[in-house]
Antibody, heavy 117, light 107 residues
């Protein structure tokens, strides 16, 4: 059974950093792109970015709203993807989802990030 | 960036009704589009990929069509469990973009 579970969310002050983890199981992690999405409270869905599998070059892409502040990485030995979030802003407050694949075919339950002083 | 214009933003319908939701892309995206259902307080689930291919386990009353700039999600006979918000997502070019969502309420 495919499972994707996010962790690492919490309350953080503006300007600080936070790292989210996404641990996967039930599929061959090394052959899949892993993506991050987010949803601000009461709002719609937003694509954050992704990291390709190493077989496709391991490239990353980001939304303009996070480019230069967020970094996506992966550790294939741990079947885990990461979202390093730096210089956090109040508008980054959201439920962050990790998904299997570049086109979001399977979503984790999400982890809540609240950016507030 | 490709803008996805989804309509309607909200609607109410009765059990058994046929419902159609539309997404229009600001430029051609071939068939690089998925449809997602999100029930209140729940995780989004992909219903359809490649514009018209039903995910395994999704009821056959859901269908998708379209290519290029205009896409539709159709629910042929609405069921009470279909109360949800629906989103389209284009993944033809970066940044990937969602429609603003359609909130479907059951009359």
């Amino acid at each position: 059974e495919v499972q994707v579970v996010e962790s690492g969310g919490g309350l953080v002050q503006p300007g600080r950093s936070l790292r989210l983890s996404c641990t996967a199981s039930g599929f061959t992690f090394t052959t899949y792109t892993m993506s991050w999405f987010r949803q601000a409270p009461g709002k719609g869905l937003e694509w954050v970015g992704f990291i390709e599998d190493k077989g496709h070059g391991g490239a990353t892409e980001y939304a303009a709203s996070v480019k230069g502040r967020f970094i996506i990485s992966r550790d294939d030995s741990k079947s885990t993807a990461y979202l390093q979030m730096n210089s956090l802003k109040t508008e980054d407050t959201a439920l962050y989802y990790c998904t299997k694949g570049g086109h979001a075919d399977y979503w984790g339950p999400g982890t809540l990030v609240t950016v507030s002083s | 960036d490709i803008q996805m214009t989804q309509s309607p933003s909200a609607m109410s319908a009765s059990v058994g009704d046929r419902v159609t939701i539309t997404c229009r892309a600001s430029q051609g995206i071939s068939n690089s589009l998925g449809w997602f259902q999100q029930k209140p307080g729940k995780v989004p689930e992909r219903l359809i990929y490649a514009a018209a291919t039903l995910e395994s386990g999704v009821p056959s009353r859901f269908s998708g069509s379209g290519s290029g700039t205009e896409f539709t999600l159709t629910i042929s006979s609405l069921q009470p469990e279909d109360f949800a918000t629906y989103y389209c997502l284009q993944h033809n070019s970066y940044p990937y973009t969602f429609g603003q969502g359609t909130k479907l309420e059951i009359k």
